[in-house]
């Protein structure tokens, strides 16, 4: 059974940090892209980062300098650093894995709520 476990998230002040991790299981994780979508109230999802199985990296406009993606593969694991967050990142955080570039997710974790009010 393939699977995305995340952990971390909760409530910061403006200007705080937060540290999300996903570990994979199941499947070999280490030939995929794997990163972070998001989705606020009413929105649509957004990707927020993501790293190829190469390690390279791509990160929307919004968080651009503020969050840091990285990978372990011994771990199948990505940790998404969000740093100088603001209330505007407030979403459910969904951990993704998948091919292409950008990939096309072919497996989801269960969300994680990310809020950032003061």
């Known amino acids: 059974q393939v699977q995305l476990v995340q952990s971390g998230g909760g409530l910061v002040p403006p200007g705080g940090s937060l540290t999300l991790s996903c570990e994979g299981s199941g499947t070999i994780f280490t030939i995929m892209a794997m990163g972070w979508y998001r989705q606020a109230p009413g929105q649509q999802r957004e990707l927020v980062a993501e790293?190829?199985?190469?390690?390279?990296?791509t990160y929307a406009d919004s968080v651009k300098g503020r969050f840091t993606i990285s990978r372990a593969n011994f771990t199948n694991t990505v940790t998404l650093q969000m740093n100088t967050l603001k209330p505007d990142d407030t979403a459910v955080y969904y951990c993704h894995a998948g091919w292409g570039t950008p990939a096309n997710p072919a497996y989801w974790g269960q969300g994680t709520q990310v809020s950032v009010s003061p």
């Open positions: 790293i190829s199985a190469i390690g390279a990296t």
